[in-house]
Structure formats: structure tokens, C-alpha cells
């Protein structure tokens, strides 16, 4: 007589939960443009997220506001944007309306740099979703969104520890 109970998750024909083929998703698209892009320009994952949010919204950012929006850790925020200023490609600077706030400003290499990264991160999106219909784009980026919307309304789970590994991930 076949069991009824579901499979143990260490079963390898146990089907993957949701939130573990988003994970796996963004790693095998992710890690691929990181390592070449680490290795090319010695520009980590996080450091790239940072520097695209400020080259794309010109303005007064600061690092708690763009690593809030990019769902970053504060820490990994925190040192994406030190390696960034070290490496000359954004300056920190009061805020001239608030000088208690620090802003966050691309320098001209860093905007050169995101000038010659940024189509190659296009690419790695179209090559994807080249399987997906319009209509099924369209569908996914609302779904998308919503998730996004979702999660940042989910507390955060009891006893989650901060990022003290420096795996700054996606």
C-alpha cells in the first residue's frame, strides 16, 4: 500500500519548494554576471546594485535609502559603498539641505563603469525571458512586484541574525 505522507525534504524527487527555485533563479543568473564583473573590474554583486540604484535615480541618496529600496542588508550596504568610495567610483558628501545626512553621488568613473557594465546586465535579462511571451513578461513583473511588496511587508523571522559573514548574496 503506497504511503500517503508527503516526501521528506532530503528526497531528492521531492519537488522544490517556490522559495527555493527563487533562490536557485537568482544564483544562476546572478553569479555568472557577478564573477565576470568581480574578476573584469573588481566589482563585487553588492557594490554593482549600489552603484546602478544611484546611477539611474540622480538625486540626494543616501546608503540606508538605496540599501532599503535594493532589499540590502545595512552591513552589506555598508561596505558596498566604502569599496566603492575607495575605489573612486562615488563620493559621500553632507547633504546640502540636511548636512546631518550623508549622500551617496556616482563619480564620473563610476557612471563610466556602469556605462560599460550596465548593456551586458540587459543582455543577461533579455537572454532569459526570451522564453517568456510579452504577455508572460508582463504577468511576471506584476507578480514580481507583488512578491517584492509581500516581503517587505513580512516581519522579519524570530532570531534572525544580521550579516556578519560578509556573503552580501544578490
Known sequence: MPSSSPPRAEDPAAPASTFLKLVLLANLVARPFARLHERAHGLRLSEWRILRALCLRPGHATAGVVGEELGMDKMAASRAVRALESRGRLTRSPDPRDGRRIVLEP??????????????????????????????????DDLLDRLVDRARALPEPQGAAPDLNGDDGL
Open 107 to 140: 563619480t564620473e568613473a563610476g557612471r563610466a563603469l556602469f556605462a560599460l557594465i550596465e548593456p551586458t546586465s540587459r543582455d543577461r535579462e533579455d537572454a532569459l525571458l526570451e522564453t517568456l511571451s510579452a504577455q508572460e513578461r508582463a504577468v511576471l
